[in-house]
């Protein structure tokens, strides 16, 4: 168990540019999840999916993002066209099945993607 | 929609102190409540975590009790140490359906000086 792993740690891109984020979850967990984190702030959500299945995405998530996962394994987030208001870490996190046990059913984070958008 | 408060920080306390971190919140349904920690440079750790009302979680000292009635979930410990500085995190899940998502409120920090 490698944990989450998320990459680049830290992208600084110009307005206007495409940036894509990738995040590989635990090997078997099948949930994984998208959330944003602006300075001061806790981590909002912006889209999960179900193996390969997106199954929910927030109204934060604009026409300009689009997340995949392709073969329910690893998952990209790809933001168009960026302004300077994307500057943010971009937190993945992943999900147990319900076992039971404290790890159960919770959520298991990466370390982020921190985009600066000058 | 459902929603988790925080007390603002920083809160700065001395080595051995008691800690309190005060969190309510806003929900429909039976939520599951947790408790984050979020170290400098690092993803958010779970620290503990209530599934139902009057349960407490507990974790390296650390205690919270799932309050219903006060729609509270307080955490707190006994004695902090300098390696307890960091960001915490209050988060519920959606408990009237099965994402598993979270809803976090906007985080604490936590400075303890030697």
């Known amino acids: 168990d490698t944990g989450v792993s998320q990459n680049p740690r830290h992208k600084i891109t110009k307005r206007g540019q495409n940036v894509t984020f990738r995040c590989d979850p635990i090997?078997?967990?099948?949930?994984l999840y998208w959330y944003r984190q602006t300075l001061g702030q806790g981590p909002e959500f912006l889209t999960y999916?179900?193996?390969?299945?997106?199954?929910?995405k927030s109204r934060l998530l604009s026409d300009r993002f689009s997340a995949e996962r392709p073969k329910g394994s690893f998952s990209t987030l790809e933001i168009q066209r960026t302004e300077q208001g994307d500057s943010a870490m971009y937190l993945c996190?992943?999900?147990?099945?319900?076992?039971?046990?404290?790890?159960?059913?919770?959520?298991?984070f990466g370390a982020g993607s921190r985009l600066t958008v000058l | 929609g459902d929603s988790v408060t925080q007390m603002e920080g920083p809160v700065t306390l001395s080595e051995e102190a008691f800690l309190t971190i005060n969190c309510t919140y806003t929900?429909?349904?039976?939520?599951?409540l947790f408790w984050y920690v979020q170290y400098p440079g690092e993803g958010l750790q779970l620290l503990l975590k209530?599934?139902?009302?009057?349960d407490k979680g507990s974790n390296k000292g650390f205690e919270a009790t799932y309050r219903k009635e006060t729609t509270s979930f307080h955490l707190e410990k006994g004695s902090v140490q300098v390696s307890d500085s960091a960001v915490y995190f209050c988060?519920?899940?959606?408990?009237?359906?099965?994402?598993?998502?979270?809803?976090f409120g906007q985080g604490t920090t936590l400075q303890v000086k030697p």
């Open positions: 996190a992943s999900r147990q099945p319900g076992t039971g046990g404290f790890g159960a059913n919770v959520l298991t």
């Open positions: 090997s078997e967990h099948n949930r």
């Open positions: 999916f179900q193996n390969e299945a997106q199954l929910e």
């Open positions: 929900a429909t349904g039976y939520p599951s």
């Open positions: 209530a599934t139902k009302a009057d």
């Open positions: 988060a519920l899940s959606d408990g009237s359906s099965n994402t598993g998502k979270l809803i």
